[in-house]
């Protein structure tokens, strides 16, 4: 653990960000990939509200422990994983009174 701690808190936060927000572009390429298919989605309900609720809780979890890595990127996911939830039940509903 001496290693760990050796390294300046900064750029733990710096590269945290960095992490956070790569997973925030992997969020980003399902939302344009559903927005763009006019095919029903794959994504079950329980995946993206499971999702949202995971990245509004280590948002969270990042503003009570003032970890911006943490708030900052969750609340990034929380908006686009919403926007997500938004396309892929419009979707669904769309396709269910279809046939």
């Not at 900064?10 to 344009?32: N, R, S």
């Not at 503003?63 to 419009?90: H, K, P």
């Amino acid at each position: 653990m001496n290693y760990l701690d050796s390294i300046p808190a900064a750029l733990f936060e710096f590269v945290g960000i960095i992490a956070g927000l790569t997973a925030c572009f992997v969020i980003l390429i399902q939302l344009i990939k559903e927005y763009k298919s006019s095919a029903p989605s794959s994504l079950s309900n329980t995946f993206l509200i499971g999702w949202l609720f995971i990245y509004a809780f280590w948002g969270l979890y990042g503003v009570r422990f003032d970890t911006m890595a943490l708030w900052l990127t969750n609340a990034i996911a929380v908006s686009l994983q919403a926007m997500l939830c938004v396309i892929v039940f419009r979707k669904k509903a769309r396709h269910s009174r279809k046939g």
